[in-house]
């Protein structure tokens, strides 16, 4: 502790504090850090033990957070922890709030999960809806859902599949982990009335191959099927 | 089997009027409330516990007497039991003529009285442990009540690349109501009772994991359903018992027709352990 | 050098930081603040200048931050800031506590917190009962269990374990922390086999006589137990 070292940043203010301005110190900050709002001197008061000096106490506070990546700030006569306003660039990178995932596409994500590879007709026979372009945008976007192949069946329609950052993302090893009817039903999401010839696909899918019944995508099935979009034009 | 729902059911009063009528007034009705128990292994605890000793030194024979008294003092109520502890009876009453009977010379036919107490103890233990592990953890400090998170979070973290959020238990649910919605059929079969062949194999695979030589099982079973079930529950076990034979999961010997079964589990059966 | 006074809360670790670990943990500590879920490594190694070494800007920021109001913790690899546990009793908040779990509810998640990655067979082997529905989907949808996989067994049986959620919501580091767990796994406790020294001394009884430890079951036990006499139902 030779030179006041540049990490000393937490250091003294003026004189040092006793244990129960400590104390305080410590609960203000608890409050401040859970609190959605900034706190007024009142609200503190009420909560810090008898006695202490609030203004002090922030005052200390402010000083010793002032160098961080997070800062005491006021508000008029309110008080709140705030990011450093210069690493905003950092917090604000990826501004997007997360997603909700429709319940839209969730089902069809489910869908193309346990019955993969399936085409979109068969997702719109099992949902009984159609499904619209957007909800397997979203999934592509998400970077769960991909185009597997081509069946070879009339029409050739195009097989989907999920991803390896599928896996990854809830938690399963292989696809084949996904839990059957049985583990379903025990787990309580499917209730007791189901017909007795209810059957949920196990998928035994093993990573990339193509079943027997699907052709490999080409570069031309993928301009075809306008997923890239030939000179920049937007899709559709 | 689902024991987590069973009631007690009410007696009606008329009934308590005959019953102290035939009894004399003296003893008093009891109203039995076997929805407070877990099951059959919390009931058992729960007596284990009135002999306030360690887990491994109660007295699996007394142990086994005071079940086999509760589940008489129900029945003698007409209160309808669910099948597992009806199950739990059963077997109790055959442990009990295990450790009654003088120690045979061990042969390689299962388990001696002495090790299926033991593993009862063993089980008892086992869950008063989970109890207690499971009160430690409530009453740790948890976030939300004692610690907290930051109130005023800025941003939503952890996305890589994608922005979306779901978890596995959203995606299965949505997949489950899915598919249960367009499986909606009209079938609406009213519950009869019946002992389902699966209920009737799970009994019996229950039983048998701790049962070496020739038993015969449904009388020790039969004894404790009600009369309504016993015909449903001879069916299925025996079907049940059929179908063990063809895995060769057990065996089956009758002296002749109408004489009671005897079961066992094979002799040199590969180790396989029915569940674990 | 003497004295470290006692407000030099976030004093030195070991040797001085460079300027640019500072700066990387002025980043870290905005990021960490102002998530309200744990990040993980590679989140912040995503987002910290490259080169710097993130296991030691965490130790420094934990022992920084280990005697205040607010404290890093580490959740298997992730961290978060969250308010001292011995605060509790000044911020407590009872309104909004989570659901209360079923007594059921709790065993079954006790139990696969302890025997993870446990099968649902065995955890009724465990409790001795069928677990009702309702039971596991509560847990999951508290974000507190998953499925984990399939065990590979015959069957193979789907298997069910704690999420990092879980872990974090009761404070723990990982699941070896779990409160008693060495000593019941040291007593046999969390395997599916009775250990070998694990014996029930047998009276050799010749009938129904109890032995000196035991006492009859009384009428009193069996109201006791459950099996009450209505006051007087009887005699009305």
Same mark, same amino acid.
């Given at each position: ?165 599928? %896996?990854?993302?809830?938690? &399963?090893? @292989?696809?084949? !982990? ?9 787990? #309580? $999401? *499917? ?13 035994? %899918?093993?990573?990339?191959? &193509?079943? @027997?019944?699907? !052709? ?9 099927? #306008? $997923? *890239? ?8 | ?276």
């Amino acid at each position: 502790m030779t030179s006041i070292d540049d990490q000393d940043l937490f250091s003294e203010v003026d004189e040092a504090p006793s244990a129960s301005e400590l104390e305080a110190e410590r609960i203000a900050e608890a409050l401040l850090f859970a609190s959605a709002e900034p706190l007024s001197i009142a609200y503190l008061m009420e909560r810090l033990p008898r006695g202490v000096d609030i203004a002090r106490i922030m005052k200390r506070l402010i000083i010793q957070y002032a160098g961080r990546g997070v800062n005491l700030i006021r508000i008029e006569d309110r008080f709140a922890f705030r990011t450093a306003a210069d690493l905003s660039f950092v917090i604000r990178r990826d501004e997007g709030e997360a997603k909700k995932l429709s319940r839209a596409a969730l089902e069809v994500l489910a869908i193309i999960a346990y019955h993969q590879p399936v085409t979109r007709a068969e997702i719109e026979e099992i949902r009984g809806v159609q499904t619209s372009r957007g909800t397997l945008d979203v999934l592509m976007e998400a970077g769960w859902v991909r185009f597997r192949g081509r069946r070879r069946t009339p029409g050739r329609p195009v097989t989907l599949g999920t991803t390896p950052s599928f %896996l990854d993302h809830f938690g &399963l090893e @292989e696809i084949r !982990d996904l839990p059957g009817v049985e583990e379903l039903r025990a787990a #309580g $999401l *499917l209730s007791g009335r189901i017909p007795p010839d209810f059957r949920v696909p196990m998928p035994g %899918l093993a990573g990339d191959e &193509l079943t @027997e019944e699907e !052709d490999p995508i080409t570069q031309l099935d993928i301009e075809e099927l #306008g $997923l *890239l979009a030939p000179g920049g034009a937007g899709e559709e | 089997m689902a024991t987590d729902t069973i009631q007690s059911t009410a007696i009606p009063m008329d009934r308590l009027w005959q019953d102290a009528d035939q009894r004399g007034v003296t003893e008093p009705a009891l109203v039995i409330d076997v929805g407070g128990f877990e099951g059959p292994l919390d009931l058992l605890l729960h007596l284990a516990r009135t002999q306030k000793v360690d887990l491994a030194r109660i007295s699996v024979l007394s142990l086994a007497e005071q079940y086999l008294l509760f589940i008489e003092s129900a029945r003698r109520v007409r209160i309808e039991l669910a099948a597992d502890y009806l199950v739990m009876a059963a077997w109790l009453a055959y442990l009990k003529s295990k450790l009654l009977i003088p120690q045979q010379v061990r042969g390689d036919d299962g388990p001696t009285g002495e090790e299926m107490a033991a593993t009862l103890a063993f089980r008892l233990k086992r869950l008063e442990a989970m109890r207690e592990a499971a009160t430690r953890l409530i009453n740790r400090n948890r976030l939300g009540r004692d610690v907290f998170a930051r109130g005023a979070p800025e941003h939503i973290a952890e996305r890589h690349g994608a922005n979306f959020d779901a978890s596995l238990y959203d995606l299965l649910s949505a997949y489950a109501n899915l598919r249960q919605r367009q499986a909606v059929t009209q079938v609406t079969i009213e519950r009869r009772k019946v002992w389902s062949l699966v209920e009737a194999r799970q009994m019996l695979t229950d039983m048998l994991g701790d049962i070496g030589d020739w038993t015969a099982l449904q009388h020790y079973l039969l004894q404790y359903m009600p009369p309504a079930e016993r015909v449903t529950a001879t069916a299925s076990a025996f079907a049940a018992s059929l179908e063990l034979v063809r895995e060769g999961k057990l065996e089956m010997r009758q002296e002749g027709a109408f004489e009671p079964l005897y079961m066992r589990r094979p002799v040199a059966s590969p180790a396989a352990e029915p569940k674990e």
